[in-house]
């Protein structure tokens, strides 16, 4: 069975688009007094949410966002025109939605970083990867761009992030990823079928968010710190070591330099 099972819906128009769901949020007097931040960095780990809180200058949006959203008010990160957006859930539902509705209100350019796991066993635990690509193993993207082929992030953007992460004298390997959702079902058989195909990680979003930001013709580019290995066709968790915590604060300051 493929997906979408209606391949028909790419002909046919939604019931409602990002912007009427803002719209609604505006009329009920729940949207941001702020305009929408130029720049977006999403994170899916708490740690990093603390690390940017404890030693930058933030402001949370309030409103709807809540805390979710906070504005970077350091000279350095752009005086308020960059935000960092966490704690809205992982996976790619839930990092779609977020997408789609920061686009809506405004939001110019998004670089995602979160942890990865490794394929490889070049890249072991505390390593750094640049995404250039995703493999499509999850359902969002479908919904968004047809058929099977690679989604991709914006070349532009993924160059500039390149660009800083040398400039900050990070060593970090580059090549797609393959995103699932289930992150529980992942087997030695799709392992090594991924790896064959130049997969260098596994995770759970890019594809999902590649897939909509071409579709809303926005700017995203992606990183990783590789918090796990399957590469020897057994799970080695590293999630918490401090390793990958810095990792994600490397991606963090390369990201703000990319995005100004």
């Not at 949410?49 to 350095?76: H, M, N, Q």
């Not at 991924?194 to 596994?202: C, D, F, N, P, Q």
């Amino acid at each position: 069975m493929s997906m979408p099972r209606y391949p028909g819906k790419f002909c046919s128009s939604p019931f409602f688009n990002p912007e009427d769901f803002i719209g609604y949020i505006r009329d009920l007097g729940l949207l941001p007094p702020d305009p929408a931040p130029r720049g977006v960095i999403l994170s899916y780990q708490s740690s990093l949410s603390r690390y940017v809180v404890e030693t930058c200058s933030t402001r949370p949006a309030g409103a709807y966002f809540k805390d979710k959203l906070r504005f970077i008010e350091d000279p350095w990160a752009g005086s308020g025109s960059l935000a960092l957006v966490s704690g809205f859930g992982v996976g790619a539902p839930a990092a779609a939605v977020m997408l789609e509705e920061l686009i809506a209100w405004g939001v110019r350019e998004f670089i995602s970083m979160g942890t990865a796991g490794s394929l490889r066993a070049d890249l072991p635990p505390g390593s750094l990867a640049l995404c250039t690509g995703a493999f499509k193993d999850e359902g969002t993207s479908r919904h968004y761009i047809e058929g099977d082929d690679l989604a991709h992030p914006d070349p532009g953007l993924t160059a500039r992030l390149e660009s800083a992460l040398r400039e900050n004298g990070l060593s970090f390997a580059s090549g797609p990823t393959w995103t699932t959702d289930a992150i529980y079902r992942e087997t030695p058989h799709e392992v090594l079928g991924y790896r064959k195909e130049g997969a260098l990680v596994v995770e759970m979003e890019a594809a999902a968010l590649f897939s909509v930001a071409a579709y809303r013709d926005k700017p995203i580019a992606a990183c990783f710190s590789i918090s796990d290995t399957l590469a020897e066709l057994a799970w080695r968790p590293e999630f918490h070591a401090d390793t990958t915590k810095e990792g994600l604060q490397k991606l963090f300051h390369a990201a703000v330099k990319a995005l100004l």
